[in-house]
């Protein structure tokens, strides 16, 4: 029997226009439609898709649920069982694709059912242009140029090595997943001078995007889908 195969599928960073023909085909081609989805609202790589990739009757969906409660991720025992499900579709000869937002292997979750699988069955990967590059293109500041270095640090980091890592000199940075993290990245930031350098944008490409100096937004906690740019 021929077995199925899964693709992680990158659907860009939300203008449902940022999707590659290459996604837009495989989404239209495959058997079952994966994403993830939060277990308090809904999903945003899902939602992208909405507009120009209408699903047909012959495609079913299948939503993995991840609990947002933070001590909790990655949830392991989601993935394992999201993992066997996808995997019995596939020994009938399924192909699945999963849709991720952004680029699947830049901090997606695809890799955690790419991991489980891919020594099995076929997994593919086809890259989605990422939050990183929907931020320059918004803020219009390109993200590093010549020989200077580009540092991509993640919210939750320890305070201590963030700041560590901020003093690099001729690096330009891009601080992901700033949520709850926000007044620490501050606190980094006016330790290492950079404070005055860093863009913050909240759900860059979409019609409800915010771009706004870091030092202007006073909200203790950002959204999720926020980032931040420093440039040198
Ligand atoms: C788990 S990571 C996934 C990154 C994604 N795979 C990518 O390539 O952009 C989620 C983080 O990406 C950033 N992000 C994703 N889409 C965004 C958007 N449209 N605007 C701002 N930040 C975004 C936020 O920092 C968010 O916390």
Redesign the pocket.
């Known amino acids: 029997m021929i077995k199925g195969q899964i693709t992680g599928v990158?659907v860009g960073?939300?203008d449902p226009d940022l999707i590659t023909l290459k996604a837009m085909k495989a989404i239209q081609k495959a058997d079952i439609i994966a994403y993830p989805a939060p277990d308090n609202g809904v999903s945003f790589a899902r939602q992208i898709i909405e507009k120009n990739i209408p699903l047909h009757s012959g495609q079913s969906e299948y939503k993995i649920t991840i609990p947002m409660r933070i001590e909790r991720f990655p949830a392991q025992e989601i993935y394992d069982q999201a993992a066997n499900d996808l995997a019995a579709q596939m020994e009938e000869g399924k192909n699945i694709v999963v849709l991720?937002?952004?680029?699947?292997f830049?901090?997606?979750?695809f890799m955690y059912l790419h991991e489980r699988l891919y020594k099995k069955f076929r997994s593919t990967i086809i890259p989605?242009v990422?939050?990183?590059m929907?931020?320059a293109s918004v803020t219009q500041s390109p993200l590093c140029e010549r020989n200077e270095l580009l540092t991509i640090i993640p919210g939750p980091l320890d305070e201590d090595l963030m700041t560590a890592q901020l003093q690099e000199e001729k690096t330009a940075y891009v601080i992901?997943?700033?949520?709850r993290h926000i007044e620490k990245i501050k606190r980094c930031l006016i330790a290492t001078n950079r404070l005055d350098k860093a863009i913050y944008?909240?759900?860059?490409?979409?019609p409800n995007q915010k771009i706004l100096p870091l030092s202007a937004v006073d909200e203790g906690n950002a959204p999720?889908?926020?980032?931040i740019q420093v440039r040198i």
């Open positions: 990158g960073p939300g991720c937002e952004g680029d699947p830049f901090y997606g979750s989605g990422s939050s990183v929907a931020l992901m997943k700033v949520g944008v909240e759900r860059a490409s979409l999720y889908f926020s980032i």
